[in-house]
């Protein structure tokens, strides 16, 4: 009987990109060719089951430096990145169709062309969880894709009632990163039934102009969000009748409050009892609160 060859094999991973097994067989196929990929795949295997070394995980980063564009099959992709041996992380302006796709987990489109045609026909795409880089209205096509696992969207624009309409059709859709003019954004999508279903939103959003309404945050079926996450240095959620704020560093004090005085000043007596910041290193205390949200917010900190 003959063996199967390596294309054999990959067309296997492609089916079941899941089967950790499968991936190994091709490597180990490669390994007896002499071919680098075999340890690449073996290296980067180790890697994802978390018992490899420094100097493996090095190995491995220097292989897919010299050979990754070659090794990738994946049509119209201008930079791939691997995992556990296959492409994972593809960066493109033009996809086009091949079985490869199948282990993609994270697409970057780096074009203006959309991208619907190509991912609404494309059954390879099992694996998808992410796409970036993402037009509003290319949100329309979203809800035809076949992929059963696209958990986070990332849009380069605004996001617009009609698109959060198309949206709620992708019941997978967990995490959405957009755009915002300013907080009146969040206050109609708190409202509407996406954010039932999402557990953390990132607007690029300056809460310093105007303060964010927090009751339909807290009035929706669910909490708006598990974690409502402003670029700009911390994050913002609820945790029963607490507004727990997240910052990235200590060092972001002044920012943050000057960012959160409109909103806790009208909106936090009313909805919410407590308040409490969590810096890097820990739970911080009243006393080391800034002298805005120190004078201002004492009677609210739990």
């Not at 490669?30 to 295997?45: K, N, S, T, V, W």
């Not at 930079?79 to 282990?103: C, D, I, M, N, Y």
């Not at 190509?118 to 076949?146: I, M, P, Y």
């Not at 059709?169 to 509407?192: C, D, F, I, K, N």
């Amino acid at each position: 009987m003959t063996a199967p060859t390596i294309a054999e094999l990959e067309a296997r991973v492609f089916e079941n990109p899941d089967d950790e097994f499968v991936r190994q067989v091709v490597g180990d196929a490669l390994l007896e060719q002499g071919d680098p990929r075999g340890e690449f795949i073996a290296l980067q295997l180790a890697i994802a089951r978390g018992d490899s070394t420094v100097e493996q995980r090095e190995r491995a980063l220097a292989l897919e430096r010299e050979h990754g564009e070659r090794w990738s099959t994946v049509r119209g992709a201008e930079q791939v990145e691997h995992r556990r041996g296959f492409p994972w992380l593809v960066r493109t302006r033009k996809p086009a169709v091949s079985p490869a796709w199948a282990t993609v987990g994270e697409l970057v489109l780096l074009g203006s062309e959309a991208p619907g045609p190509f991912l609404s026909t494309c059954s390879a795409l099992r694996s998808l969880e992410r796409v970036l880089n993402l037009e509003g209205d290319e949100l329309r096509e979203v809800a035809t894709w076949k992929t059963p696992r696209l958990r986070a969207l990332d849009l380069r624009s605004n996001l617009e009632p009609q698109h959060a309409y198309w949206l709620v059709q992708v019941p997978t859709l967990r995490e959405l990163s957009m755009s915002a003019t300013g907080p009146a954004e969040l206050v109609w999508l708190a409202a509407h039934p996406l954010a039932a279903q999402l557990e953390l939103v990132r607007p690029r959003v300056s809460f310093t102009s105007s303060g964010v309404d927090l009751r339909p945050m807290k009035e929706t079926p669910a909490p708006f969000v598990t974690r409502l996450e402003c670029l700009l240095g911390f994050s913002l959620s609820v945790e029963d009748d607490t507004l727990v704020v997240h910052l990235k560093a200590k060092a972001q004090f002044e920012d943050v409050a000057q960012a959160l005085e409109p909103t806790l000043a009208v909106n936090l007596p009313a909805v919410l009892k407590r308040l409490r910041v969590v810096a890097p290193d820990g739970v911080v205390a009243p006393n080391e609160f800034p002298a805005l949200l120190a004078k201002r917010f004492a009677k609210f900190v739990g």
